[in-house]
T-cell receptor, first 114, second 115 residues
Framework: GAGVSQSPRYKVAKRGQDVALRCDPI?????LFWYQQALGQGPEFLTY????????KSGLPSDRFFAERPEGSVSTLKIQRTQQEDSAVYLC????????????FGSGTQLSVL | AQSVTQPDIHITVSEGASLELRCNYS??????LFWYVQSPGQGLQLLLK??????LVQGIKGFEAEFKRSQSSFNLRKPSVHWSDAAEYFC?????????????FGTGTRLLVSP
């Protein structure tokens, strides 16, 4: 595709529900990043993939958060037993290089946990 | 730990006037520096970046930024603002030792453009 695609655009979940957020990076991009953006804040790093390898997951806030990129393309961020503090916009970005030199961001998934 | 400060939450500029958005960082060594713009409903877009060399960096859409090591600053400027520049602007730093894979963003400055 022309850009990074994220789905769904909006997600409303009841507290305790599991959710899965999808990211389709730009074709051929090696690196994929997930960021979390709380209301009124800048994006915060969650995790980073180089191809299918998850090289850094230091930003994942708890073990309820899990990300995968099994074939080195599409990635899924899963949040188990959602809590209200998980409400945020989840941004996916991809990069052609093995670094974050130039990130292309998707429009994000806005998650609201009630 | 590294941090980024954008002291202005909101700025209002008249169309055609000049713009300067402030960014200060705290880090042990000079990191890689970035400015991103986020329009409503859109993803963040890279405006410009600084890695080394000339401290005045040119970007897209007529923006430029100047790195000042002594002030730990990387302020964004534009000589004449257009209504389409209204958006949220984020400064970010990337530690060199991680290959700037883990960017740290400021809290953003929302730019409003008045007619």
């Amino acid at each position: 595709g022309a850009g990074v695609s994220q789905s769904p655009r909006y997600k409303v979940a009841k507290r305790g529900q599991d959710v899965a957020l999808r990211c389709d990076p730009i074709s051929g991009h090696v690196s994929l990043f997930w960021y979390q953006q709380a209301l009124g804040q800048g994006p915060e790093f969650l995790t980073y993939f180089q191809n299918e390898a998850q090289l850094d997951k230091s930003g994942l806030p708890s073990d309820r958060f899990f990300a995968e990129r099994p074939e080195g393309s599409v990635s899924t961020l899963k949040i188990q037993r959602t809590q209200q503090e998980d409400s945020a916009v989840y941004l996916c970005a991809s990069s052609l290089a093995r670094s974050g030199e130039k990130l292309f961001f998707g429009s994000g998934t806005q998650l609201s946990v009630l | 730990a590294q941090s980024v400060t954008q002291p202005d939450i909101h700025i209002t500029v008249s169309e055609g006037a000049s713009l300067e958005l402030r960014c200060n960082y705290s880090y042990g060594a000079t990191p890689y520096l970035f400015w991103y713009v986020q329009s409503p409903g859109q993803g963040l877009q890279l405006l410009l970046k600084y890695f080394s060399g000339d401290t005045l960096v040119q970007g897209i859409k007529g923006f430029e930024a100047e790195f000042k090591r002594s002030q730990s600053s990387f302020n964004l400027r534009k000589p004449s603002v257009h209504w389409s520049d209204a958006a949220e602007y984020f400064c970010a730093v990337g530690p060199r030792n991680t290959g700037f894979q883990k960017l740290v963003f400021g809290t953003g400055t929302r730019l409003l453009v008045s007619p």
